[in-house]
């Protein structure tokens, strides 16, 4: 999983803005993912992508937005419409065959301010 | 869709006891269950996993045991240590895909 860089580390944002947060891998992984967790909470799915130039929403898409046009870079854009932003943003990738572990990167704390 | 639930959401054992997570899915074409572990601030790190052709698998203190019968999977942790204090996340996944559906997690405290 040290493939995965994530950044920024911490994030700060004013309501009304929208921020992107990056999701860069070199494990040559087909799959990435974006997940969001809460305090105390699960994590749950916002986006998945399994091949390049195509994504699809998760449990939780409304107020996000997405896009894959690198196999190595899959950047999530939060956008002023997302109500409760807060929260500690974890990316992830797999392989699409085999051994499709997912590997997580280390995570942006967005606040809103 | 799938859903997870994990038991219980908080655990607390004297060093050298054993922990047990328990997890019930609903969807029985899953076919992949991973346990994550999760340390305070930091990257949920893949513990052990099982696959639904095997009925348990062992490494080390770590065991997950799988009975796609009654659709639950639980994790067990021998000799408890206090590097095991973290929390801990399962999660399935169907046949189809690579989209994990996760537990809502257990806190695991190992007092010394």
């Known amino acids: 999983d040290g493939g995965i860089t994530q950044s920024p580390k911490y994030l700060f944002r004013k309501e009304g803005q929208n921020v992107t947060l990056s999701c860069e891998q070199n494990?040559?992984?087909?799959?990435m993912y974006w997940y969001r967790q809460d305090p105390g909470q699960g994590l749950r799915l916002i986006y998945y992508s399994q091949i390049v130039n195509d994504f699809q929403k998760g449990d939780i898409a409304e107020g996000y937005s997405v896009s894959r046009e690198k196999k190595e870079s899959f950047p999530l854009t939060v956008t002023s419409a997302q109500k409760n932003p807060t929260a500690f943003y974890l990316c992830a990738s797999s392989r699409r065959e085999g051994t499709d572990t997912q590997y997580f990167g280390p995570g942006t704390r967005l606040t809103v301010l | 869709g799938e859903n997870v639930e994990q038991h219980p959401s908080t655990l607390s054992v004297q060093e050298g006891d054993s922990a047990v997570i328990k997890c019930t899915y609903s969807d029985s074409a899953s076919n992949y269950f991973p346990w994550y572990k999760q340390e305070l601030g930091k990257r949920p790190q893949l513990i052990i996993d099982i696959r639904s052709n095997v009925g348990e698998k062992k490494d080390q203190r770590i065991a997950v045991t799988l009975n796609k019968t009654a659709k639950h999977f639980s994790l067990h942790i021998t000799e408890t240590q206090p590097e095991d204090s973290a929390v801990y996340f399962c999660a399935a996944r169907r046949a189809a895909g690579n989209k994990l559906t996760f537990g809502g997690g257990t806190r695991v405290l190992v007092k010394p």
């Open positions: 494990l040559n992984h087909d799959a």
